[in-house]
Each structure stands twice: as structure tokens, then as C-alpha cells.
């Protein structure tokens, strides 16, 4: 039997009839009967709003044993099918000594909508194994597809399909799938979700949903949201993690620098490491995948170069990166690794001197501080974005939800200032490390000791903000010089 989903428009409209409007629910029809739980019905053994759980034998042939998730976040609307009892796996197994034909569908409540253009998304992983005893045979489960609907099945998005045959599946091996589609219907738009698992196992064949925090992740998932949203959100959190690699690196620098003391210059300005390169690789993947349809603000959907002599600036093509690569994304990534090494610099000066002993401590530590400083604001950033995007008709109107001044909280900015603050006083004056002048001869190189730690705090805040300015290509007003201290005094430059 081959899925519905994929037999052409004739059977297709007869499958995708509009429903009525159903409460969120689960259907396991084994072909052989079939059994409709409604959350919190008498058959979900899960009281929990929004999950349904079940161990069920349907029709003799099905044995089913998982949970149903539906999560209506301010930029997703997901569904998962996944393991009940967490370090256990969940269970679809055909009990027959015959091939049978299993379909699971996962009807949602309804939901706002998320707005055009729509984005979605399938993910299917798991194991698929044989139980036969006592000898197991091989894995042969020639349809294993998951369509995601919406709107009651009026509207279908994409059916994936992962098919495990004899070809792939040895005899006593259990076979790994992991599998992803995503699309954007640019003029979509949903307001209720229909996931639909069709799954053909052999004679005591099982599909096998592992929990996440075990060797392997099961799930079975679909998701749709505003594929606007979700870029700029995702860009950010891309962001923020970025700015974090590049203030360990510098920390680090400093760090192994003050064994013997020296200079850590190169070091810091060093933007190609290990970490930070996987972290802009994926970013980049990311840009690929979400920003298909560009939002109209709140991102930089522009051409940066990556390496070379240009490293950061704009560019239309190849010839404007001699030695690097004109690369959509990389105003992103630029910015925020950017932004991280001024702060080093903001710090230390243009040279990154470092002492021994005591001072290379002091200095080290309170520069990892400043860092995760850095970073905070970045992922304040991201979750202001995460949760107020949906509702933001212009870029007015999200810098001054999420920039201000002064920049919103949604992350413990504040606690993270504390912290640098107890760093510079535990660290480098109680430990008689002083003037801060002469071990910082930085930007804050005019303060006395007892402000230094606001100094830093405000330097911190402006070299975000400039960052912020180029990762989001923000034109609508946005005073970084009012950000960093609330006051328009010069002191962001």
C-alpha cells in the first residue's frame, strides 16, 4: 500500500476532505480497528494539558506506546510524537507474522496564525528493528512517511518520506533514521496542524522512537511558523552564541598568555579559530535554510565578505574579497565577532599585553566577565525578538521594543554586570592589582579604580549596540551613544 499523500491529486482530494474542527487528539488505526484519544480522555494516561499519552494494542496487529505533544510557541506551532517514560523508547510494532499497514494521525486544537509567509517543517528519526525469536530477520519497512496538513487537511505541505528495505537494513542490526524536510508557502498561512505517520512494518518489525537524552534522538515532528520570524529570531541566536566562542577565544588567549606573560594581540585578533568558524559555518547553513524569504527588517540579509583582506565589509561579489568570499550571512557573523574583539580591545588597548601571575589572573577573568557581558545582551537580543517578533509591523517599532534605549532585559543583563563588577573588585583590587590603568590601558584607562566596572559595563553596551546596528541593518533610529549610559555624552563612539 502506498501513502495517500502520494498517489496522486485524485485520491489525494478525497483524503484531504475538510473535518470538522477536532480537539486535539491522536488516531492509531492498525487496518484492523482503530482507536481516537482525546486529550484527558479515559484512554490518555498523561493528565497533563496538551499531552496524550498511550499503550495501546489496536486490532490485534498494532501495539502503540508513545506520547503527543502540541507546543504553540509566539513563533511555532509544533506537534511531536516521541517516548512516554523518559530512558525508554517509544513503540510502534506490527505483532502479525504478516506485512500490515499502520496510520497515526495527530489532529492539533487550533491556533493563532502565524502569518504569511509560512514556513514548516518534518523531521522523522528513530530506529527501525525486527523482533522476530528467535531469530531476527531483516528490517523491511517500505513506507515510513510523515505528511504534514493543515487547516484539518485542507492544505497539504509536504509528505517525507523514509523507506527502510532489506537493502539498507541487515538481518539482527536495528537501522538509524534521521531525515528532515522544510519548505515556505510564501501566501500560507495555518491555523491548525494535521500530522499524518503512515508505516508499512514487516512481519514483528517496530519503528522505535529513543528519548533524547540517550544515545540516539526519536521523534517524528512537525512544525509550521512565520518563516519572517523565524529567520530573524534564528540569525540572532546564531549571533549571541557567536559573540560567546569569540569572548572564550580572547579569554583563553589571555589566559594561556599569562603562564609566562606577553603579548596576546594576534591571538585575540585571531577570528578564524576552530570554534568560532564552526559556529559561522553554521550560521551560514542556517541563513541558507530560514532566510529563504528575507524579513523586511530586524536582519541583515546582505553579502559580507569571509576572510581575506575585506573581512567584513559589504560586498556584491567575488572580486570585492580578495582571499576570502562574498558570503550572505557574514555581515551577521562579522558583526558579532567584531563586536567581541573591540571589547578585548576596549580592555587591553590596540596591544593586548598581558602580565603573570596574579595580574595575567586578574586580567584574564575579568575579561572573560566582560565577555559573557557581551553575550548576554546578544541573547536578550534573540529572546526579545523570540517572543515579540509576531507582533512588530515595522523596525521602529522592534528597536524600540527590543533596543530601547535602554536595552530591555530579556536576559539577566544585570546580573552579569554584577559579576564582572565582583570580578574587577575580587580579583584585581582586593588582591592589591592596582591602578586598573596600568593593567587595562584601554578605553576606561581614565577612570579611578571604584568606577572601572562601570566603565567596562557601558563599553560592553556600546560595542553591542554597534554590532546590533550591522547584524539587523537597523536604519530607524537607534542612539548607541544614549544606549551605553543614558546619556548622549560621546562615550560611544
Known amino acids: 500500500m502506498r501513502s495517500p499523500f502520494r498517489t496522486g491529486t485524485a485520491i489525494l482530494g478525497l483524503c484531504l476532505l475538510i473535518s470538522p474542527v477536532y480537539a486535539f487528539q491522536v488516531t492509531l488505526d492498525s487496518g ?38 502540541q507546543s504553540f510557541y509566539p513563533i511555532d506551532r509544533q506537534v511531536r510524537i516521541g517516548t512516554r517514560t523518559q530512558g525508554s523508547d517509544g513503540v510502534f510494532k506490527n505483532l502479525d507474522a504478516a506485512p500490515q499497514t499502520f496510520i497515526v494521525t495527530v489532529n492539533t486544537d487550533a491556533f493563532s496564525p502565524p502569518g504569511p509567509p509560512l514556513g514548516w517543517a518534518i523531521f522523522s528519526s528513530g530506529l527501525a528493528d525486527d523482533t522476530t525469536t528467535p531469530t531476527q530477520s531483516a ?71 529513543p528519548d533524547p537524552t540517550e544515545d540516539a534522538d526519536g521523534k517524528i515532528v512537525a512544525s509550521v511558523f512565520n518563516a519572517e520570524d523565524r529567520c530573524a529570531v534564528r540569525m540572532n541566536k546564531r549571533a549571541s552564541r557567536l559573540a560567546k566562542l569569540a569572548g572564550m577565544d580572547d579569554a583563553k588567549c589571555v589566559r594561556d598568555a599569562s603562564s609566562s606573560g606577553g603579548d596576546a594581540t594576534a591571538c585575540v585578533d585571531d577570528q578564524e579559530t576552530p570554534r568560532t568558524t564552526a559556529a ?35 560586498c ?63 541573547r ?14 515595522t523596525e521602529a517599532d522592534f528597536v524600540a521594543t527590543c533596543l530601547g534605549p535602554p536595552q530591555p532585559a530579556y536576559a539577566n543583563i544585570a546580573g552579569k554586570e554584577t559579576v ?16 586598573l590603568s596600568t593593567v587595562f590601558p584601554g ?51
Not at 39 to 60: K, R, Y
Request: proline share 6%; aromatic share 6%; charged share 20%.
Open 420 to 435: 564582572l563588577a565582583s570580578r574587577v573588585q575580587g580579583l584585581c583590587l582586593d588582591r592589591g592589582i592596582t591602578p
Open 280 to 314: 559561522e559555518e553554521r550560521l551560514f547553513g542556517d541563513f541558507g535554510l530560514f532566510c529563504t524569504i528575507p524579513p523586511a527588517f530586524a536582519t541583515n540579509v546582505g553579502t559580507c565578505c569571509e576572510g581575506g583582506a575585506n573581512d567584513g565589509d559589504t
Open 380 to 393: 536578550s537580543l534573540a529572546r526579545c525578538k523570540q517572543q515579540k517578533m509576531p507582533s512588530l509591523t
Open 139 to 209: 528490517v523491511e519497512i517500505p513506507m515510513n512517511d510523515v505528511a504534514l496538513s493543515v487547516d484539518y487537511g485542507s492544505v497539504l505541505l509536504g509528505t517525507l518520506g523514509v523507506p527502510i528495505t532489506p537493502a539498507v537494513a541487515p538481518a539482527n542490526q536495528p537501522v538509524s533514521f534521521d531525515e528532515v524536510l522544510r519548505g515556505v508557502a510564501p501566501a500560507g498561512d495555518a491555523a491548525q496542524m494535521r500530522l499524518t505517520w503512515f508505516l508499512s512494518p514487516g512481519p514483528n518489525d517496530e519503528i522505535r522512537l
Open 32 to 69: 484492523a480497528g482503530t482507536l481516537t484519544i482525546v486529550d484527558n480522555d479515559l484512554n490518555d494516561l498523561n493528565p497533563s494539558q496538551d499531552e496524550i499519552d498511550f499503550s495501546q494494542t489496536v486490532g490485534g496487529v498494532l501495539f502503540a506506546d508513545g506520547r503527543v505533544t
Open 316 to 378: 556584491a561579489g567575488a572580486p570585492d574579497c580578495p582571499g576570502g568570499d562574498c558570503t550572505a550571512g557574514a555581515c551577521i557573523s562579522g558583526a558579532s565577532e567584531d563586536a567581541a574583539a573591540a571589547v578585548a580591545h576596549d580592555l587591553f588597548g590596540s596591544t593586548v599585553s598581558v602580565g603573570s601571575g596574579g595580574t595575567g589572573a586578574c586580567q584574564w577573568k575579568v575579561l572573560h566577565a566582560a565577555a559573557n557581558v557581551h553575550e548576554i545582551r546578544w
Open 443 to 493: 578605553a576606561c584607562a581614565g577612570e579611578g579604580d571604584a568606577d572601572y566596572a562601570s566603565c567596562l559595563g557601558r563599553r560592553v553596551a556600546c560595542r553591542f549596540c554597534i554590532g546590533a546596528v550591522v547584524a539587523d541593518d537597523i536604519a530607524a533610529p537607534l542612539d548607541c551613544d544614549l544606549l551605553d549610559d543614558g546619556a548622549s555624552n560621546g562615550s560611544c563612539p
